[in-house]
């Protein structure tokens, strides 16, 4: 018998019914037709937490939660918070707001008071579980901070020591709600080029179907344990990951958040087979001076995303941590996240020179970024995509939403290559949105806050080249005449109100700016100049 933070776990019977096809299925269906199917078979562990799960354990306590939720006043359509690190209730809150259609707003835990606040205002979100801090930031302080300003958050769970209330036994029987594959059941944030970030709208029958294809594509079966040390509130962590590897019937080892040596240990430990991760995190594994030490013979395969994919790494993560087919993919929120992935058995060069070919029932074209019209194959352009992926669109922002997606086809903001095999390559952005290790940073939102600072006249923010994280955040600044303000003082302003990886990592004070005849600051001319002085 498992015990769950202090409390006995008391099986209910399962549902029956057969295992339904993802693709016309939903979130909670996936849970109560695993745990049919499959009733025994361990089906999450997290190994810090000494504790692990059944199928049947896990949709027994998803479907606790989900009464006790209906029971507390949320219905279907209502948006449900959670700002945490990995932890099992993280999982099953997953699975226990869809099977009462209640969307699940994910929210990253780097976020501060001021961006906390906007998300739960903005999403209208009813309900909040949250642990108490994590990485030195009180989130309790931060949201008690904001709290006055979020007249419609009336339910606040602290985690993990609410969840037993959250998870006792609910003698009643939920009423039947209608819940249809196509209804919007997830919600995350994602930052643009116009200041603060777009609550992205994703279907049952958005992430299901793409975390299904992903997998199938990558050759996962119901034998692979996945070793899951991606943060849940991305779209990799909960979508890939949690629902990928549940589509596959497959076994999942968590980490609360990730370490070189807990995630190497991981691996060894339970025989994982497949892992996830960004390129910094494989840096982190590879470069540790105790990574001999750890027999990592049972790696297969894998997707390395959210970041360009140096060669070295690849060739490094092949031939020293064994993961012979691991991939490459290329994603982003509005998509599922999934657009294009690399085979498992593709060579190593197209495995870091491209981010591989469309994915299953995914369209996706290189068009001229102005007139919109289809560009010869090998020609640059701007990638667009269609499909059943596409988000439902932005919450609360329909112009933006209609800006976006144009005749079914979303449009990225990525600069591309399509060779005559269909394999894409990135080769830039249109938008001037920075990604750092996985990370979308706004230049506007900095910019914004800065332009707060008594002793900065104007600001702007821009990405320049990292080997580890792909970009970092760099701005150049105009002092006020008079004015004394140096560059630690500025990352320490902007570490009072913004995430840590929205924090300039390089700052320069000048006294003009690069700009268009009309007037328009050049934010890729700072970059080239930035990488200029460099070389």
């Known amino acids: 018998m498992r015990m769950l933070r202090g409390f006995r776990l008391i099986l209910n019977s399962t549902r029956s019914g ?28 997290f190994p810090e937490l000494n504790i692990s799960f059944t199928f049947a354990e896990l949709n027994d306590l998803s479907e606790r939660v989900a009464k006790n939720l209906y029971r507390a006043g949320f219905r279907k359509g209502d948006r449900f918070a959670i700002w945490a690190n990995n ?38 979100a009813r309900g909040l579980a949250l642990v108490r801090s994590f990485r030195g930031v009180n989130f309790m302080e931060e949201l008690e901070a904001v709290r006055p300003s979020l007249p419609e958050l009336r339910e606040v769970f602290i985690l993990p020591e609410d969840f037993e209330g959250l998870a006792a036994p609910a003698d009643f029987e939920l009423p039947a709600i209608p819940l249809d594959p196509h209804d919007w059941i997830n919600m995350q944030y994602t930052s643009g080029t116009t200041g603060f970030p777009k609550g992205v709208m994703l279907s049952h029958n958005n992430i ?10 990558l050759g996962m079966a119901s034998s692979d344990v996945l070793c899951l040390k991606i943060p849940l509130f991305h779209c990799f962590g909960c979508i890939t990951g949690v629902l990928g590897a549940y589509s596959q019937g497959a076994q999942i080892v968590g980490l609360t958040e990730f370490n070189p040596v807990r995630a190497l240990a991981a691996i060894q430990n ?16 590879l470069n540790h001076p ?8 049972s790696l297969r395969t894998g997707i390395m995303g959210g970041a360009p994919c140096p060669l070295e790494v690849m060739k490094a993560v092949v031939e020293k941590m064994g993961a012979r087919h691991m991939t490459v993919g290329y994603g982003l929120t ?59 669109g932005y919450y609360g922002m329909p112009d933006e939403t209609n800006l976006a997606v144009r005749g079914g086809w979303l449009h990225t903001g990525d600069l591309a290559t399509m060779d005559e095999r269909g394999y894409i390559r990135i080769t830039g952005r249109i938008k001037d949105v920075i990604i750092r290790g996985g990370e979308n940073v706004a230049p506007r939102e900095i910019e914004e806050l800065l332009l707060t600072h008594p002793a900065i006249r104007e600001a702007y923010a821009y990405g320049v080249p990292s080997d580890l994280f792909g970009q970092e955040v760099a701005v150049a600044v105009q002092l006020r005449d008079g004015a004394l303000l140096n560059a630690g003082a500025l990352q320490d302003f902007c570490r009072g109100h913004l995430a840590r990886f929205k924090v300039p990592e390089f700052v320069e004070f000048v006294s003009e700016f690069p700009a268009t005849a009309s007037g328009k600051v050049q934010r890729y001319k700072l970059a080239e100049a930035w990488v200029s002085r460099r070389q």
Not at 93 to 98: D, G, I, P, R, V
Not at 108 to 115: A, G, M, Q, V
Request: hydrophobic share 40%.
């Open 270 to 285: 339970y025989r994982c087979t497949v892992v996830f991760g960004v390129p910094t995190m494989f840096i982190a594994e």
């Open 334 to 392: 509005e998509a599922s996240p999934g657009v294009t992935q690399t085979r498992p058995d593709d060579p190593l060069d197209l495995r870091v020179g491209t981010v591989g070919v469309a994915g299953t029932d995914v369209e996706v074209k290189i068009v001229d970024p102005v007139s919109g019209d289809e560009l010869a194959r090998g020609s640059e352009g701007e990638l667009i995509t269609r499909g059943y992926h596409v988000m439902l």
């Open 87 to 124: 932890m099992p209730e993280w999982i099953i809150l997953e699975f226990a707001t869809a099977k009462i259609g209640v969307i699940l707003l994910t929210v990253n835990t780097s976020l501060r008071r001021n961006e906390l606040q906007y998300v739960l205002s903005q999403s209208g």
């Open 18 to 45: 057969g295992l339904n096809a993802v693709q016309l299925s939903t979130v909670g269906n996936l849970i109560s037709d695993l745990a049919r199917e499959h009733a025994t078979r361990t089906a999450l562990i």
């Open 290 to 297: 105790d990574f001999h030490k750890y027999d990592l013979s």
């Open 208 to 217: 299901l179907r793409n975390a299904f294809n992903t997998m199938k594509k």
